[in-house]
């Protein structure tokens, strides 16, 4: 009974994860709950066992109450899976908030709603629907907008679209784990008709002022100011990619959610000046709770900081109960209380990252004495005595061992410049400690959902850390002493003076060579032999001889898992081609990086919101071989991004000018002494150039363009261009072996790709073809479908399946699309038969 909570928690998460993967609905699981529980109460000698299966149980009602159709009017029974013109009527359940593009054009607003009414085709008669959806609208929404209001919305309601390529971020999975399943787009602001009050409510007027009284006696509205606001108040508008960036490669990005420091600063200071002024703690845990929930309330309720204030307040609650605190039990029962009201929260990544830092945090500081490093008194230097003399003395915690100093030595006798001493080596060390198990509970987690290892962060956090908590403090300083113009704006400028040097630093330490480098993510097998090693070295089960050989066991088995995992990927050879807008890029990915390929890269925003994090998302630091095969934006205008983030060996272009503007701009940047131009004839590693020769005479940018061929375990793969049709013709005449079992293409500009007599020299067994939404002429028409159909070939329309991969195998060729379009599975090339499922011999 030390930890009331600890089973509990476990069993009830291990029965949410049990209902993820379980086809189980509500009524089995629910009444499976009840069964167990009646039976544990009528058998004794069980009934520890039958109530542990009863908590399981429950935590699978939980999560399957709140995932399958219960309710008629369920917006998943009312709406289709196609894009519908629809008018939603209900609450905003957050304030709008602001994205603004890499190019800064037009920024986005997005928010929730909760619907509680319907009209398809914007006319005729509501219908009543239950459901929550995200809501992104371009331009700037009205001023009488926030979290309860009640509008109704014109706009395209469809299911999210899922990631375009693999390992770039699940947007349909985020929702779907936040209780949204569709999407709407409206199309301005004029689509949005406010219903309700125009008086906002006490938390959006809190909100609005706290606002007023930071920006006082601040010149302008800059990047500080409004970190400082994002820091405070939990607006999100600040937080745009460009200004994260820094803050992420540095690790310090969390300190502007608001979560676990925010609170525990403000009920630091709180309860200080309540014990200050001799206040007994039971008084103190029924004033800060309620503060505690009023600055959650004002931040927008944002999950966060709803986990930490759950945690803050089981941890005040022992103060009110007179209770022992123990931070293993308080997270126990955090967690707890949080899963039973949103079992989602256990598929989060903010979740799973706040619980595993703060387990962490508890589980060093249990084992190693971090509690053992307060100041020795005159009672506890004669007690360091006592045990020194006694046979049977514990060991002092490790912050005492590091800065305690001579335990028989009161610290009322020691000098001032000693107490010095001690007290800042006591901090730094306590600093370190903490940023050390911070790091160490993360790490996996940062890996596995931001495909970055920031070591750098163990510093960068020492120093950003406190001064955040300056910052912090000064906000809430300004806030406190707002009826004091002259006082508030002291505070508002030392609270800038902290966030310019969180700036510096974070910016600072995010440029250090081997600070942070990309990694792809981990399996579950690699994430869970890291935890349990972790775990069993804290907990010393090697050193006990009742958990040694399971422990060693278990560790044993974790680790030839995660070693042939690893070696799977680190051996396999996969080529993905990556539809961007108007042009395409293929990224072949070989064992070592020296034979790695990225062809094309995209313009500029393409290839640093989609290029970038799916190299980073594979683990890629640096590229072999770039190619830029075309000369114009949409292909090769984002060169300089992978030029600076990638650092490419070889850098390779067509041995032909272009007049491009864009394409002139990203070789001046690489640099002539790090180009190679190639024509036809040339060999790229295993890949041949085929066209164009350096004889060629064409007016067009895009019939300059290489055409490459290569192989892919044993099979030949095409890249071809989007020649126009003289190029294709051309092509066909020189007979120069383009015969292949894949090709790539995309739609040329004005003609249509793979004219039947080139098709007929390929004689490919399938088609990738990439064509784009937008513009318009890069879809792929109707007549070009109907015509390439009559062939009899597989074609593939980036369109409809986002990105495709071709991964070799010991049998074939795998070719797997990241979406799967009208029940389609992937299939296989082999050298038998022309194509196959995996239903079909494999």
């Known amino acids: 009974?030390?930890?009331?909570?600890?089973?509990?928690?476990?069993?009830?998460?291990?029965?949410?994860?049990?209902?993820?993967?379980?086809?189980?609905?509500?009524?089995?699981?629910?009444?499976?709950?009840?069964?167990?529980?009646?039976?544990?109460?009528?058998?004794?000698?069980?009934?520890?066992?039958?109530?542990?299966?009863?908590?399981?149980?429950?935590?699978g009602a939980a999560l399957s109450v709140q995932t399958q159709l219960v309710?008629?009017?369920?917006?998943?029974?009312?709406?289709?899976?196609?894009?519908?013109?629809?008018?939603?009527?209900?609450v905003l359940t957050e304030s709008p908030y602001y994205r603004f593009h890499e190019r800064g054009s037009r920024e986005q607003a997005l928010t929730k709603l909760d619907a509680d009414a319907v009209r398809f085709g914007g006319a005729g008669e509501w219908q009543r629907v239950r459901g929550r959806i995200a809501v992104t609208t371009p331009g700037l929404l009205p001023e009488d907008l926030w979290r309860g209001q009640q509008v109704e919305i014109t706009g395209v309601l469809a299911p999210p679209e899922g990631p375009r390529a693999p390992g770039l971020f699940d947007y349909r999975t985020h929702?779907?784990?936040?209780?949204?399943?569709?999407?709407?787009?409206?199309?301005?602001?004029?689509?949005?008709?406010?219903?309700?009050?125009?008086?906002?409510?006490?938390?959006?007027?809190?909100?609005?002022?706290?606002?007023?009284?930071?920006?006082?006696?601040?010149?302008?509205?800059?990047?500080?100011?409004?970190?400082?606001?994002?820091?405070?108040?939990?607006?999100?508008?600040?937080?745009?990619?460009?200004?994260?960036?820094?803050?992420?490669?540095?690790?310090?990005?969390?300190?502007?959610?608001?979560?676990?420091?925010?609170?525990?600063?403000?009920?630091?200071?709180?309860?200080?000046?309540?014990?200050?002024?001799?206040?007994?703690?039971?008084?103190?845990?029924?004033?800060?709770?309620?503060?505690?929930?009023?600055?959650?309330?004002?931040?927008?309720?944002?999950?966060?900081?709803?986990?930490?204030?759950?945690?803050?307040?089981?941890?005040?609650?022992?103060?009110?109960?007179l209770r022992p605190p123990d931070l293993l039990n308080s997270f126990a029962a955090a967690a707890f209380f949080i899963l039973l009201f949103d079992p989602q929260q256990l598929f989060q990544a903010g979740f799973q990252l706040s619980f595993a830092v703060v387990f962490f945090l508890a589980l060093m500081a249990d084992r190693l004495g971090w509690h053992e490093g307060s100041q020795p008194?005159?009672?506890?230097?004669?007690?360091?005595?006592?045990?020194?003399?006694?046979?049977?003395?514990?060991?002092?915690?490790?912050?005492?061992?590091?800065?305690?100093?001579?335990?028989?030595?009161?610290?009322?006798?020691?000098?001032?410049?000693?107490?010095?001493?001690?007290?800042?080596?006591?901090?730094?060390?306590?600093?370190?400690?903490?940023?050390?198990?911070?790091?160490?509970?993360?790490?996996?987690?940062?890996?596995?959902?931001?495909?970055?290892?920031?070591?750098?962060?163990?510093?960068?956090?020492?120093?950003?850390?406190?001064?955040?908590g300056a910052a912090l403090a000064s906000n809430l300083a300004a806030l406190l002493f707002a009826w004091s113009p002259f006082i508030s704006e002291v505070f508002n400028h030392s609270a800038w003076l902290w966030m310019r040097g969180m700036i510096v630093v974070s910016e600072w330490t995010a440029r250090w060579p081997g600070g942070a480098f990309a990694i792809a993510s981990p399996g579950p097998y690699a994430i869970a032999f890291y935890y349990v090693t972790i775990v069993a070295l804290l907990n010393g089960w090697l050193r006990e001889e009742r958990l040694r050989w399971w422990a060693a066991g278990l560790l044993a088995v974790l680790g030839i898992?995660?070693?042939?995992e690893g070696y799977r990927q680190s051996t396999r050879t996969n080529l993905t081609v990556l539809p961007l807008n108007a042009?395409?890029?293929?990224?072949?990915?070989?064992?070592?990086?020296?034979?790695?390929?990225?062809?094309?890269?995209?313009?500029?925003?393409?290839?640093?919101?989609?290029?970038?994090?799916?190299?980073?998302?594979?683990?890629?630091?640096?590229?072999?071989?770039?190619?830029?095969?075309?000369?114009?934006?949409?292909?090769?205008?984002?060169?300089?991004?992978?030029?600076?983030?990638?650092?490419?060996?070889?850098?390779?272009?067509p041995g032909v000018p272009f007049r491009s503007p864009v394409y002139r701009n990203v070789v001046r940047t690489i640099g002539n002494t790090n180009i190679v131009e190639v024509t036809a004839g040339a060999r790229i590693g295993t890949w041949s150039v085929l066209y164009p020769t350096a004889d060629d005479k064409l007016p067009l940018a895009d019939d300059k363009a290489l055409v490459l061929q290569g192989e892919v375990n044993g099979f030949r793969v095409l890249l071809l261009p989007d020649l126009s049709v003289t190029a294709q013709r051309a092509l066909v005449d020189r007979s120069v072996g383009v015969r292949s079992d894949v090709v790539i293409t995309s739609p040329p500009l004005r003609d249509e790709p793979?004219?039947?007599?080139?098709?007929?020299?390929?004689?490919?067994?399938?088609?990738?073809?990439?064509?784009?939404?937008?513009?318009?002429?890069?879809?792929?028409?109707?007549?070009?479908?109907?015509?390439?159909?009559?062939?009899?070939?597989?074609?593939?329309?980036?369109?409809?399946?986002?990105?495709?991969?071709?991964?070799?195998?010991?049998?074939g060729l795998r070719v797997v699309p990241t979406r799967l379009v009208n029940g389609s599975k992937p299939f296989f090339l082999t050298g038998e038969s022309p194509i196959r499922s995996p239903d079909q011999g494999k």
């Open 754 to 811: 793979l004219i039947d007599p080139l098709l007929a020299a390929i004689a490919p067994r399938l088609i990738i073809l990439a064509d784009a939404t937008y513009p318009p002429n890069a879809r792929a028409r109707p007549r070009l479908r109907e015509r390439l159909a009559r062939h009899g070939v597989p074609v593939w329309y980036t369109t409809e399946t986002f990105a495709v991969s071709l991964r070799a195998e010991a049998d």
């Open 377 to 468: 008194s005159l009672d506890a230097a004669a007690a360091a005595r006592t045990r020194l003399r006694s046979t049977h003395r514990s060991s002092p915690g490790l912050l005492q061992r590091i800065a305690g100093g001579d335990p028989l030595v009161a610290w009322e006798v020691r000098p001032w410049w000693e107490k010095w001493a001690l007290n800042g080596t006591r901090y730094i060390a306590g600093m370190t400690l903490t940023s050390l198990a911070a790091w160490l509970g993360s790490l996996p987690l940062i890996a596995l959902y931001f495909h970055l290892i920031t070591p750098v962060s163990l510093l960068a956090n020492l120093v950003v850390v406190p001064l955040s």
């Open 583 to 653: 042009g395409h890029a293929v990224f072949f990915d070989a064992p070592g990086t020296e034979r790695d390929l990225l062809i094309d890269c995209g313009d500029d925003v393409t290839g640093s919101s989609i290029v970038k994090p799916f190299l980073q998302a594979h683990g890629v630091r640096r590229i072999g071989t770039l190619i830029l095969s075309h000369g114009d934006d949409d292909h090769v205008g984002g060169g300089a991004v992978i030029w600076d983030n990638f650092a490419p060996q070889k850098v390779i272009v």
């Open 175 to 321: 929702l779907r784990r936040l209780g949204i399943y569709y999407t709407l787009r409206a199309g301005s602001p004029q689509d949005w008709v406010v219903r309700g009050s125009l008086q906002p409510p006490p938390t959006e007027q809190f909100h609005r002022w706290a606002k007023r009284v930071l920006a006082r006696g601040l010149r302008e509205e800059d990047e500080a100011l409004r970190l400082l606001w994002a820091m405070t108040l939990g607006w999100k508008t600040a937080l745009s990619g460009e200004v994260s960036e820094p803050f992420m490669r540095s690790g310090t990005l969390h300190v502007f959610a608001i979560s676990g420091l925010h609170v525990a600063l403000i009920a630091a200071i709180a309860a200080g000046v309540l014990r200050g002024v001799r206040v007994s703690r039971r008084v103190c845990g029924l004033v800060v709770i309620p503060l505690i929930w009023f600055y959650t309330a004002a931040t927008g309720w944002q999950a966060s900081a709803v986990r930490s204030a759950v945690m803050a307040t089981v941890v005040l609650g022992s103060w009110v109960l």
């Open 71 to 90: 309710s008629p009017d369920d917006l998943r029974r009312v709406a289709a899976a196609e894009p519908r013109i629809v008018t939603l009527r209900g």
């Open 561 to 564: 898992f995660t070693g042939v």
């Open 1 to 59: 009974m030390r930890r009331p909570f600890a089973w509990p928690a476990t069993l009830f998460t291990a029965g949410i994860l049990l209902g993820d993967v379980s086809a189980w609905n509500f009524a089995a699981f629910g009444g499976l709950a009840l069964a167990l529980t009646v039976a544990g109460l009528a058998i004794p000698f069980l009934r520890a066992y039958l109530l542990a299966g009863a908590i399981i149980a429950a935590g």
